[in-house]
């Protein structure tokens, strides 16, 4: 059983940081993306980055120079730090792992349930 577990969300004033945390738990697991999205009231969940096993980071327009993506590959954590934050980034914001479990030949998605993200004008 894999789970992810998201932390660090909450309210904040525009202009301020957030930083959210997920850490991945199961028996015999391999990592490769991690990532994090966004869904808004009433809205679709979008990409906000993602980084690869090895680093590489993609990230929404949206977010580009204000979000920072990093990840403990040791600790099967990715992290994202939030600044400058705007009221558009308000939504819930969910953990996304693309988890290969070891002695199966394809991996699989798996999600957190997701934590709030508030920002007050």
């Known amino acids: 059983q894999v789970q992810l577990v998201e932390s660090g969300g909450g309210l904040a004033q525009a202009g301020g940081s957030l930083r959210l945390s997920c850490a991945a738990s199961?028996?015999?697991?391999?990592?490769?993306?991690m990532g994090w999205y966004r869904q808004a009231t009433g809205r679709q969940r979008d990409l906000v980055a993602v980084?690869?096993?090895?680093?590489?980071?993609n990230y929404a327009d949206s977010v580009k120079n204000r979000f920072t993506i990093s990840r403990d590959n040791a600790k099967n954590t990715v992290y994202l730090q939030m600044n400058s934050l705007k009221p558009e980034d308000t939504g819930v914001y969910y953990c996304?792992?693309?988890?290969?479990?070891?002695?199966?030949?394809?991996?699989?998605?798996?999600w957190g349930k997701g934590t709030l993200v508030t920002v007050s004008s």
């Open positions: 980084i690869s096993r090895g680093g590489d980071t």
């Open positions: 996304n792992a693309y988890v290969l479990i070891i002695g199966r030949t394809t991996g699989m998605d798996y």
């Open positions: 199961g028996r015999d697991i391999s990592i490769n993306n």
